[in-house]
């Protein structure tokens, strides 16, 4: 199905002095992609923290790294789905640029009581808009937990 695409360009400061993308930069913006990915779904980060005290925290991720990005390019951070579960949210990560690939991740969410920092399965309107942008492409499958 859909997967969400989000382009930003390589500035300054995510950048070592060598004017290479410093990786821990690389994984800041990528949370900020992933803060666009709920937005658009139509739960902003504001709404889920502040007002219903869901958490998204990041449980296991792994990155491959193809090629460096230089100061100054423009990026594609294209996000899919690839399976729901209770709790746990799947994400698919490729970032390109005018060259091709610069790196690949995959991004385990979970949803959390920002109460009691537990995780709770995943309110049945946020599950619904998740499912329905499901990668058909990543063979995905829901899954209870």
Sequence with gaps: MAS??????????????SGI??????????????????????????????????????VHLTCDFSRPSMFGDLLTFKLQIGRVGGSPLHLEHVVSGATGM?????QI???????DHHAI???D?????LMAHVSADEGAEVTPA
């Design 4 to 17: 969400f695409s989000f382009d930003r360009e390589l500035r300054f400061g995510d950048c070592d002095p």
């Design 21 to 58: 993308a410093y990786f821990p930069s690389y994984l800041n913006i990528l949370n900020g992609v992933v803060e666009d990915f709920w937005a658009a779904i139509g739960f902003p980060w504001p709404e889920l923290i502040m007002v219903r005290k869901i958490g998204t925290p990041t």
């Design 102 to 106: 610069r790196w690949r991740a995959r």
């Design 109 to 115: 969410l979970a949803a959390t009581s920002l109460v």
């Design 121 to 123: 399965p995943w309110p």
């Design 125 to 129: 309107n946020i599950r619904a808009a």
